[in-house]
């Protein structure tokens, strides 16, 4: 799970507690969209439900919630193309526009997978108080043995009343059932083969159906790849073998050697001082906040996701080693929980992970000597996996090269914490038909940075053309 989505609120609402329900069977045909009166402007709102189980049909019906943003010229539409953001947990039911020419001449459809946002949630929670443990839990990581076992004790209270109170949509939250439901929202607009645009978890997504679906495929766009072997197998912490922290560490380089000729503070001194304790920043809103190590890392780690993003990353940094300057304003709002928590279970769901949480101490050491900070931060997100009881029979690990129509594959060169360029370099290889494009930049992401990207994605998705092998574009 990516690190936005393991921060824990400071408050929620009551909605987030209430026990929710499965769809029953009877509410719609699982061929059919119901569409709704309301919804957000430019869009369509609409729900599919869907089997709760593909493997038994019997158990009842999920839903998940859509949205589509039609096409400006309907009379040039050439289809249909869906759309995930990643997450897992992530909402993804109003999908971007893409790029201009994509939306004039395609609907652009986005969905909430299972367990996330509009669609069908898990519950954890039947009380407020139990939301404390949460926010201990969650999106931190430990700097003493003692903080270990803490943090071990927290995560194992949060994953204990999920097992109590989730029901059984738990259970079918794999990828492997999305990328099923997936087809599903195909078939129900009528599309014979599947157009997708997904990034980050939602590439492993369109990776499953690709493999599910071989037959099926259109033109899939997958930005900032996943290795979906390292995603789903392996001995060792699923967060730990995807080893998001070795990108971290070059993303920041390249942060700091565009930086250097203008950037007086000194990151390790400032990492340095970090662990003796908090530092108090004073933001441009006036407001004083004591930012912690984790804390530190943490907002680091989310300025780095956007090479956009240096001078706000620059003035981060700054406000901590002087306290005369003024740091940007920390973004505010809570997230949505039970999302998280959907998120969590298909992470779980889908990853090999070790049963004995007090492994994750020793990887998190190994990583952090590459990646200094971003190696216990990347390895911890999995950490409630070691206590969390889930599976699904629709989990699907392998093979990942089955033929299908070409693929084009988008990545970051200089460095991608969350989906590392390797494994996008790996993807090409492992995937039946699948073809690179690279921009020579770092951050999460792709498309929206580059016109030559965005204009290989227009190409790709009109007349199925892909770049020759190598190809490398240029940011904006």
């Known amino acids: 799970m990516t690190s936005r989505k393991f921060r824990a609120a400071t408050a929620l609402g009551a909605a987030a507690l209430a026990v929710g329900a499965l769809a029953p069977a009877a509410v719609a045909s699982p061929a059919g969209i119901v569409w709704e009166a309301s919804c957000t402007p430019g869009y369509e709102c609409g729900h599919l439900d869907v089997p709760l189980s593909y493997q038994d049909p019997s158990l009842g019906t999920a839903r998940l919630a859509i949205a589509r943003l039609p096409a400006t010229d309907q009379a040039a539409k050439l289809g249909t193309i869906f759309s995930n953001p990643g997450g897992p947990g992530s909402s993804g039911r109003f999908a971007p526009a893409l790029t201009p020419a994509l939306h004039a001449r395609f609907d652009i459809v986005g969905f909430d997978p299972r367990g996330v946002g509009a669609s069908s949630k898990i519950h954890c929670f039947t009380d407020p108080s139990q939301l404390e443990v949460l926010q201990r839990a969650l999106g931190t990581f430990p700097l003493t043995r003692a903080a270990e076992q803490q943090q071990i004790a927290d995560t194992r209270t949060v994953t204990d009343l999920c097992e109590q109170n989730a029901g059984p949509l738990a259970n079918h939250l794999s990828t492997g059932t999305i990328a099923r439901d997936l087809d599903r929202l195909r078939a129900a607009f009528g599309e014979p083969k599947l157009r997708y645009y997904g990034k980050s978890y939602g590439t492993y997504i369109g990776e499953t159906y690709a493999n599910l679906f071989p037959a099926r495929v259109g033109s899939l766009a997958f930005d900032a790849v996943d290795d979906p072997v390292r995603w789903s197998t392996g001995p060792d912490p699923m967060s730990y073998r995807l080893r998001g922290f070795e990108d971290a560490r070059r993303a920041l380089q390249s942060f700091l050697d565009i930086c250097a000729s203008r950037c007086t503070f000194d990151y390790s001194a400032i990492l ?90 020793a990887y998190a050491q190994r990583a952090d000597r590459v990646a200094r900070g971003f190696g216990p931060y990347d390895v911890y997100k999995t950490l409630p996996c070691a206590t969390w009881d889930v599976s699904d029979t629709g989990r699907y690990t392998r093979p990942w090269n089955r033929p299908t129509a070409p693929i084009l594959l988008l990545a970051n060169s200089q460095g991608d914490l969350e989906t590392p360029y390797a494994g996008a370099q790996r993807a090409e290889h492992l995937l039946g038909n699948a073809h690179l494009l690279t921009l020579d930049t770092y951050g999460h992401g792709s498309r929206g940075k580059s016109a030559c990207i965005d204009a290989w994605l227009d190409r790709y998705f009109v007349s199925g053309a892909v770049p020759g092998r190598g190809t490398i574009c240029s940011p904006d």
């Open 272 to 361: 340095d001082r970090l662990t003796a304790g908090p530092i108090t920043v004073t933001d441009t809103t006036g407001r004083q906040t004591a930012v912690t190590y984790q804390g530190a890392i943490a907002r680091i780690h989310g300025y780095l996701t956007d090479a956009r993003s240096a001078p706000q990353l620059a003035a981060f940094l700054q406000a901590l080693a002087d306290p005369a300057s003024r740091a940007p304003a920390a973004p505010d709002g809570p997230p949505d929980i039970d999302s998280i928590l959907g998120g969590g279970a298909t992470l779980c769901s889908d990853a090999a992970n070790p049963r004995d949480p007090a492994a994750w101490w």
